[in-house]
């Protein structure tokens, strides 16, 4: 990607992932480098955020105490992985991002990876629509070693109530940058999940969320590791 807007936002989301703060202090300077060069991107933003915001993007996903709803998709080697197994021995964290392609998940994606090793034993996966050549090339990138799951045609999100519609000027806009988002998803349309995490229990209930329909703003990894810990501790 030679777009000069890509290729200074991934400087940024390099510069950043050696910084060592909070993520989402990560994410908001990420941001404000998005508006510092090119303001009319950014107010595009705005403008998609309030129009999902305006709707309850999100509102109507499972809620905490509701069933999760089984899975079987494929990782990023062609495996199938399901949320039966996932939670097969303790509570598993559920990560919905856009992408390889979007600055705010790659840099949400290594900060995952960051705290990978203080979650275990707790199952970790991503999940987006995209193909598995770029789930690998994420993957690899934020040198997780947890799976990074392909939702094709963003079915498993959409029966989550947890997927949008990408309207045709932000497509547009997007697609004027170099990025092929049907490309990378392997279909026809623009549908993208609205970036979430579930932390599921052993019994298939939902026991925290985060939804945010301003995919600039991600669940911290403080917060992960804490409800994972007052999870753990709780008596069985």
């Known amino acids: 990607m030679s777009n000069p807007l890509i290729a200074a936002l991934d400087a940024e989301v390099a510069d950043l992932r050696r910084n060592d703060g909070p993520l989402g202090d ?33 509102a109507n996903a499972p809620q905490v105490g509701d069933v999760m709803p089984d899975f079987m998709l494929p990782d990023h080697d062609g495996q199938m992985v399901t949320l039966e197994r996932l939670i097969g021995s303790g509570p598993a964290v ?64 959409l029966s989550l109530n947890l ?42 209930r939902v026991i925290a969320r985060h939804i945010d329909p301003d995919y600039r703003r991600r669940m911290e990894q403080d917060a992960v590791l804490d409800m994972l810990g007052r999870v753990s501790s709780q008596p069985a």
């Open 26 to 58: 990560r994410l908001r300077r990420l941001a404000e480098r998005v508006r510092e060069l090119s303001p009319v991107y950014a107010d595009a933003v705005d403008r998609f955020v309030m129009r999902l915001e305006s709707v309850g993007a999100g």
């Open 94 to 157: 559920l990560v919905f991002h856009r992408g390889h392609w979007c600055p705010y998940c790659r840099l949400t994606m290594a900060g995952m990876a960051e705290i990978e090793a203080r979650l275990a034993p707790h199952a970790l996966a991503a999940i987006s629509p995209e193909r598995q050549q770029y789930t690998r090339a994420l993957r690899a990138s934020a040198g997780a070693g947890f799976p990074f799951l392909s939702d094709v045609g963003s079915g498993y999100a």
């Open 163 to 204: 997927a949008v519609w990408v309207d045709d000027a932000m497509a547009r806009l997007i697609a004027s940058s170099g990025l092929d988002i049907p490309e990378y998803q392997g279909t026809a349309g623009w549908i993208m999940p609205i970036p979430a995490v579930f932390i599921v229990g052993t019994d298939g």
